[in-house]
């Protein structure tokens, strides 16, 4: 499985899973409230980066409501307006009603935004769509804002897989950015992380070191890594509509912030705090040609970590200049870490024994046990 068929597979499982009330807890950074109130309108809100959203914009004073069907974590946000309906056309509650501005980190079907954005156009300020890094055509290479994006033949294929996530999610933008022509901003964050992702693409690291002993780390402790806290990205948005920045922007940690040295000494660190394992947890390093002999996979396997050479050995090192400059801020990966360790511990029993990422331990220690022997 490769880096885009990973993202589409984490994205699918994200949009199926609950988001618990461990989010509730850490939505965000603490936060002042906002120089003047708006009113915001959420298309979803329920899930992972959707509560984030929703509780910081809370947090900050602002009116929230939320368009969804109604059919995951109905009991969040007693507080907040609710409107039901489906973005397969279903949009009439939404008929005739105003917002300051529309976050819509639910779309994934050009069509779907397309109803959307349209019908709420005349009477929004702001639309700002979450789209993602995988809409760019190749990853080979370091991208900007302004490298081409992939492209699908038929633009009326609605079905979302390995293939098509990334043009179609391109495409979503394209119709955004046609309905609210000047006032629609666009998002393309990578690895989306922190507190209530339960793909476990993140979460594996220190989930794995809180397990103790032996650690299969992969490549060197000097790969650059790049991922975004989901409540980093959901304070980037609102000062986005608070105050009314448009264009389009990639959404990720700086290029050469955060190595995967840094995330598993963190998640070590973390482990050794919050559970102090035993035997404790010990990184083993292990380089990418055996892993790959060995058919251990970046992203899937090895979740975050990609190889200094291949298909996506750009996507560590995406361009950020434009958000950093309009005011991205990026917490420290201590901090990423231990929070999302604190809200795993807190996860059903059966959740943390069965990760969605990541490799299986029997399999880890096979490779390990082949590692030891290559080298002894």
Known sequence: MNRREFMHTVAAVAAS??????????????????????????????????????QLALDRGHQVTQFNR????????????????????????????????????????PRHVRLSAELLAPNVS???????????????????????????ADESVEKVDNQTYGPLKALCEKAALAALPGRATVFRPGLIVGPDDSTDRFTYWPARAARGGELLAPGTPRDPIQFIDARDLAAFALRAVENRIMGTFNVVSPPGKFTMGELIEASIAAANEQVKPNPPPHAVWVTSDFLEKQKVEPWSDMPVWIPESGDDAGAEHTNVARAMKAGLSIRPIRQTVSDTLA??????????????????????????????QLNA
């Open 17 to 54: 899973t609950a988001a618990g009330s461990a989010a509730l807890a850490a939505a965000g950074q603490a936060s002042s409230r906002a120089a003047r109130p708006l009113r915001i309108l959420i298309l979803g809100g329920t899930r992972f980066l959707g509560v984030h959203l929703t």
């Open 70 to 109: 109604g059919k995951t974590n109905p009991d969040l946000f007693p507080q907040v307006e609710h409107l039901h309906g489906d973005r397969d056309g279903q949009l009439d509650s939404l008929r005739g009603r105003k917002w300051d501005a529309v976050i819509d980190d639910s779309g994934y079907v």
């Open 126 to 152: 702001q639309y700002l769509f979450i789209s993602t890094i995988s809409v760019y055509a190749s990853l080979a290479k370091p991208v900007t804002e302004d490298s081409p994006v992939g492209k699908i």
């Open 343 to 372: 809200w795993h511990l807190k996860r059903p029993k059966a959740e943390q024994d069965a990760l969605k990422a990541g490799i299986a331990p029997q399999r880890e220690q096979e490779v390990l046990s082949a590692w030891h």
